[in-house]
C-alpha cells in the first residue's frame, strides 16, 4: 500500500460535517449523512505519479500519450464509490438513472446536473465543500501508487465492464478496491471537473484542463459497456457538459481548496 501521509484525523479532529470516521486496512476513511444516506471517502495523500501510458502499452492510445510526472500539492477526500442513486435523490428529489437500484451508481446525469447536485449537498452539509475531482487528482487516486495499465491485472475482479456487466450498471462497491479502498475503474464512466489537457513532457504541478463555460469535459474510468481498454487507468474522454448517457456517473471529493487557487 502507498503510505499514507498526514491527514485532518491524524491531527485528532473530524469536520464538523462528518457523521462518523475511522481508519482500516485501506487507511483513513470518513463519511457524511444526507437524509438516511451515509457516503463515506477515503483520504488520498498529496504526491507524485506518472500520468499517461508508457510507449509499451499495447493498449495504449495517442491522446494519452507521452506519459509524464504530475505532482498534486494537496491531499483530499473522494467518495470510495461513484455516487449511489440513493445519494442523488435524496438530494434532488428524482432519479434519472435508466438502470434503477439504490446501490447502482446514477447515470444519464450532464456535468451541469452535477453542478446542480454538489451546490445542493453542500447548502445541506455546510464545510463539505464537494466538486468534482480533475482528471489528474481522478487518475492520481485510481492509480494508488500503481504504474500499470490497472491496480489489478485481474480486470474482472475490478471492474464490471462489457465482458461481464450483461449490459448493465451493478451496486457500487462490489468489486475489489484499489489500495485506498477506491471501487475506481468499470461501471460508469465518470464526470471530472475539467476539460481535456494536451499532455507535455515533464513535471506538470497540480494541471488542469479547459474549465471555461461550455468546455468539453473529461470522463474517467470505462462503463459496462466498454471493452477492456476502455477500463485503464490512462483511458481519457471528453464530451459536453451537457451530455446525458447512461454510461457515465460521476463521484465527488471534499477538499478545503478550489482547483486552480494556489496559495499553501
Known amino acids: 500500500m502507498p ?33 438516511e444516506v451515509e457516503q463515506c ?28 510526472q504530475v505532482r498534486l500539492s494537496d491531499g483530499f477526500w473522494l467518495f ?4 449511489t442513486q440513493a445519494l442523488w435523490e435524496t438530494a434532488m428529489g428524482e432519479n434519472p438513472s435508466h438502470f434503477q437500484g439504490t446501490n447502482r451508481p446514477v447515470e444519464r446525469v450532464s456535468w451541469e446536473d452535477c453542478q446542480i447536485f454538489i451546490n445542493k449537498v453542500n447548502e445541506r452539509v455546510p464545510g463539505l465543500s464537494l466538486r468534482l475531482p480533475t482528471e489528474a487528482q481522478w487518475e492520481y487516486a485510481c492509480r494508488a501508487g500503481t504504474r500499470e495499465s490497472r491496480y489489478d491485472a485481474d480486470v474482472d475482479a475490478i471492474a464490471w465492464y462489457g465482458e461481464n456487466s450483461n449490459r448493465e450498471t451493478h451496486d457500487v462497491g462490489q468489486k ?3 489500495a485506498w479502498g477506491l471501487d475506481m475503474l468499470g461501471n460508469v464512466d465518470e464526470w471530472c471537473h475539467d476539460g481535456m489537457r494536451t ?5 506538470a504541478i497540480d494541471p488542469m484542463g479547459p474549465t471555461s463555460a461550455g468546455a468539453v469535459r473529461v470522463i474517467r474510468g470505462g462503463g459496462w459497456d466498454y471493452p477492456a481498454r476502455g477500463v485503464r487507468a490512462a483511458d481519457r474522454g471528453a464530451v459536453a ?8 456517473g460521476f463521484r465527488c471529493l471534499s477538499s478545503e481548496r478550489e482547483p486552480g487557487s494556489g496559495g499553501p
Open 176 to 178: 475489489r478496491p484499489n
Open 41 to 68: 471517502l477515503r483520504w488520498i495523500p498529496p504526491g507524485t505519479f506518472w500520468m499517461g501510458s508508457p510507449n509499451d502499452d499495447p493498449e495504449r492510445l495517442e491522446r494519452e500519450e507521452p506519459q509524464h
Open 199 to 203: 499532455y507535455e513532457p515533464g513535471l
Open 80 to 83: 470510495d464509490t461513484p455516487c
Open 3 to 35: 503510505p499514507i501521509t498526514s491527514h485532518p484525523l491524524s491531527r485528532g479532529y473530524a469536520p464538523a460535517w462528518a457523521s462518523s470516521w475511522g481508519q482500516d486496512e485501506y487507511g483513513p476513511w470518513i463519511a457524511f449523512r444526507l437524509g
Open 241 to 248: 457538459p451537457g451530455y446525458r448517457d447512461h454510461i457515465i
